[in-house]
T-cell receptor, first 113, second 115 residues
Framework: GESVGLHLPTLSVQEGDNSIINCAYSNSASDYFIWYKQESGKGPQFIIDIRSNMDKRQGQRVTVLLNKTVKHLSLQIAATQPGDSAVYFCAESHNNAGNMLTFGGGTRLMVKP | NAGVTQTPKFQVLKTGQSMTLQCAQDMNHEYMSWYRQDPGMGLRLIHYSVGAGITDQGEVPNGYNVSRSTTEDFPLRLLSAAPSQTSVYFC??????????????FGPGTRLTVL
């Protein structure tokens, strides 16, 4: 069935470098996308979201890019810090799905000091 | 304001036992959901509720029951636990004001092991 998935299961970056986490989705009806951060032993924490009528959205140190042509979503973290180490999930929903979110499999970001 | 709370944090069951995972939120949110997270995987929706008295099935509802008698509480019941239900369970809530685009707030999770 339709799914949201991630390209890389683990990403290791040097502290201070920029990180890019990618996500592919297959449901062309998806119109809302969210990135979550999950630290060990905790629930997912909202980072940033984007609607399908946008290509880019920026937050504090984070940017989400949406390419609807190739159904691709990315999360960019600037000046990655040790506190950014976590598993990152993308999720999507669409108006016809009510409140249902479909999550990708997650990417583990490891920040080396 | 505690946000979304879940109890217990850890639970071990034997096959065939029943139990209820508790979830409560104090943000007056209309939408509440239950997810399970298996190792190395993303979260999968079990059941959700868009308001008191209203529940619906998610992606993986089999083996689970829910009810929503109040806005604050959304318990998840396992009627006859199976080893395949070993997982981490997360409850989430959102205001419901913006429908699917609402930010969902997650609880800390319940780690369940079924032997």
């Amino acid at each position: 069935g339709e799914s949201v998935g991630l390209h890389l299961p683990t990403l290791s970056v040097q502290e201070g470098d920029n990180s890019i986490i990618n996500c592919a989705y297959s449901n062309s009806a998806s119109d809302y996308f969210i990135w979550y951060k999950q630290e060990s032993g905790k629930g997912p924490q909202f980072i940033i979201d984007i609607r399908s009528n946008m290509d880019k959205r920026q937050g504090q140190r984070v940017t989400v890019l949406l390419n609807k042509t190739v159904k691709h979503l990315s999360l960019q973290i600037a000046a990655t810090q040790p506190g950014d180490s976590a598993v990152y999930f993308c999720a999507e929903s669409h108006n016809n799905a009510g409140n249902m979110l479909t999550f990708g499999g997650g990417t583990r970001l490891m920040v080396k000091p | 304001n505690a946000g979304v709370t879940q109890t217990p944090k850890f639970q071990v069951l034997k096959t065939g036992q029943s139990m209820t995972l508790q979830c409560a939120q104090d943000m007056n949110h209309e939408y509440m959901s239950w997810y399970r997270q298996d190792p190395g995987m993303g979260l999968r929706l079990i059941h959700y509720s868009v308001g008191a008295g209203i529940t619906d099935q998610g992606e993986v509802p089999n083996g689970y029951n829910v009810s929503r008698s109040t806005t604050e509480d959304f318990p998840l019941r396992l009627l006859s636990a199976a080893p395949s239900q070993t997982s981490v369970y997360f409850c989430a809530s959102s205001s419901g004001l913006a429908g699917p685009t609402d930010t969902q707030y997650f609880g800390p999770g319940t780690r369940l092991t079924v032997l």
